[in-house]
T-cell receptor, first 112, second 111 residues
Framework: GEQVEQRPPHLSVREGDSAFIICTYTDSATAYFYWYKQEPGAGLQLLMSVFSNVDRKEEQGLTVLLNKKDKRLSLNLTAAHPGDSAVYFCAVKDTGYQNFYFGKGTSLTVIP | DMKVTQMPRYLIKRMGENVLLECGQDMSHETMYWYRQDPGLGLQLIYISYDVDSNSEGDIPKGYRVSRKKREHFSLILDSAKTNQTSVYFC??????????FGPGTRLTVL
């Protein structure tokens, strides 16, 4: 089955710096890619979704890169601020299936 | 307003007691999920429901069962709860396997 590895598990950056998170997956049939944010005591909130025909997507200070050859998905938060402190999860899904596979999360701390 | 709700938000039970966790969604999504989240393990899929009375085991179904009698409601049942079922449980829904919408979670403690 699909294996999703996410790193780093913990990340600390200063306000205004960038934060970079990577996920790798194993199944070449994976077609849908997601990044979620989880704040303390809350559920997961979708940040961005990407289909496999997209290599790069930018929205509101977030950049998602997809490298299908290397089976790698990344999230870059530019100019991080303390409100970005949370746990971030990547998730992937195959075409035609409804099971999502999650990374184990990255706990991001943005230091003022 | 698209929303997934979970009740209760916090629950304390003794080992051996039965537990009922409820999830509702107002988006008419056909697919619903139950996950548990434990530190360092991320999200683990317990059950997935493709529609009313169409449920399938996830990765860790042992000790759990589910019920879906209406499209908008999905229940997770623990018959005779165990201490290792102490966790945070999340419900999610999706439309045709597209992005998931998550509830706020239920923090269950089994003493």
């Amino acid at each position: 089955g699909e294996q999703v590895e996410q790193r780093p598990p913990h990340l600390s950056v200063r306000e205004g710096d960038s934060a970079f998170i990577i996920c790798t997956y194993t199944d070449s049939a994976t077609a849908y890619f997601y990044w979620y944010k989880q704040e303390p005591g809350a559920g997961l909130q979708l940040l961005m979704s990407v289909f496999s025909n997209v290599d790069r997507k930018e929205e509101q200070g977030l950049t998602v890169l997809l490298n299908k050859k290397d089976k790698r998905l990344s999230l870059n938060l530019t100019a991080a601020h303390p409100g970005d402190s949370a746990v971030y999860f990547c998730a992937v899904k195959d075409t035609g299936y409804q099971n999502f596979y999650f990374g184990k999360g990255t706990s991001l701390t943005v230091i003022p | 307003d698209m929303k997934v709700t979970q009740m209760p938000r916090y629950l304390i039970k003794r080992m051996g007691e039965n537990v009922l966790l409820e999830c509702g969604q107002d988006m008419s999504h056909e697919t619903m999920y139950w996950y548990r989240q434990d530190p360092g393990l991320g999200l683990q899929l317990i059950y997935i429901s493709y529609d009313v009375d169409s449920n399938s085991e996830g990765d860790i179904p042992k000790g759990y069962r589910v019920s879906r009698k209406k499209r908008e409601h999905f229940s997770l049942i623990l018959d005779s709860a165990k201490t290792n079922q102490t966790s945070v449980y999340f419900c999610a829904s999706s439309l045709e396997g597209d992005e998931q919408y998550f509830g706020p979670g239920t923090r269950l403690t089994v003493l």
